[in-house]
Structure formats: C-alpha cells, structure tokens
C-alpha cells in the first residue's frame, strides 16, 4: 500500500514538473511572438546611402536578443537592416534587407548557395555559389563575378572575410563576432567599392551568409 502510494505520489510531481516545464515553452513562444511583433511596428528605416561611407567603420549588430533582426550603423546613422522572419529553431534559409537605393531578398539554396532578388519579384540580381568553407564566387547577370575570400581560418574569433574583384582587390571586409545573447560585426567598404553598382545588397549578402552559417551551426550542434 505504501509504495503503491510513494508511486502515485512521485507520478503526480513528475506530472507537475512536465506541466510546468509545458506552460514556460509555451510563455516563452509567446512572448518571443510579441517582441517580433512590436520590433516589426517600430522598425526603423534607413535613411543615408551606403555609398557615402567608403572608408568609414560601419557596424552590424542585433536589435534585440533572441530576434532576428539586424541593423547597420555608421556612428549613429542607420544604413541598411535585415531582417530574419521567425524560423523556431529551424535553420534560417530567406531575409529581407533594406538600404536607401532598394529591398532584396535573399534565399538559401543547397550547398550553401544564395540567390539574391529584387524584394517582391522574381527578378534574380545575384547568384552567390559556395565552393568551400567561409568562401565562394557571387555571379552577377553581366557575367562580372566577385570573390568571397576568408582572411582568417574558420576556427578564429572574430572571423574576417572578403569580397574582392577577379584581380584580388579588395572591395568589402566583414569582421564578425559570434555572442551567446547578440551578435555583431564591422565592415568596412574600400574605395575601390565606391562606383560598385550592387554595393548595397553585397554589404548585406555578407551579413546574411554569415548569420545563415551560424544558425545552420547552431541547428546542427544541437
């Protein structure tokens, strides 16, 4: 009778505890939901063009911990955003960026692949193909291509990266460093960039291979 009764007992607060541990998944969804929500209503637009900062350190970082959303600063002035919808832990294959000059979407294709379109359309402005780790060729539609390099090794923090012109000049540096609650990263985008016609997107097309790879990490780990 007793341990009949010890059984009923351990089953109840097991019960207990699974409920429990139910209800803060639940919460914790739900408010995930809500700051998405309020950040979508409040999301600032940029205002400046990126192709008035050659030469000067931008910034990427996180809006918030826990959403995808991301915004590039130049000291105070905001310049492009990109923006992640929900994926509840799936690996995040699309993003939205937005600068002044426009809106391109980006999607994940096999392999590490990206095709980049005009927001909106099927209008495809980019194909970016990954050849190996943290590097690849972006083919533009007037068969001009440009070439992501890794500067640093794949284990190194922060992690550097380029993109260069067939000739090996380099055009834009992507310094990004990993963080348990936000990421961020730098860029810096050289003269030889300044007449590049797909400079907006291309700035943005590094942010978004970068924040793709680590969530594919991320999924993959756990």
Known sequence: ???HENFMLDLGANS???????????????????????RQRTRMKPRSRLHGFVGQQLRWSQTVSGVNDYELYAGDELVATLHFPPTWGVKRSAATGETVDGCWTFK????????????????????????????????????????????????????????????????????????????????????????????????MLMWYLAMAKASSDSVSSS
């Open 108 to 203: 994940s294709a096999w392999g590490g692949d990206a095709a980049i379109y005009t927001y909106g359309t099927e209008n495809e402005v980019g194909r970016f193909r990954c050849d190996k780790e943290n590097a690849g060729v972006l083919e533009l539609p007037d068969r001009r291509k440009l070439l992501l390099l890794p500067i640093t090794n794949w284990m190194s923090r922060p992690s550097i990266r380029e993109f260069q012109n067939v000739s090996g000049v380099t055009l834009v540096r992507l310094t990004s460093t990993p963080g348990w609650t936000r990421r961020s990263g730098t860029v810096l985008i050289q003269p030889n960039a300044a007449n590049l016609p797909e400079l907006p997107w291309v700035v």
């Open 1 to 3: 009778m007793r341990i």
């Open 16 to 38: 207990l505890i699974m409920f429990g541990l139910i209800l803060a998944v639940i919460l914790f969804t739900v408010y995930r939901q809500y700051r998405v929500r309020v």
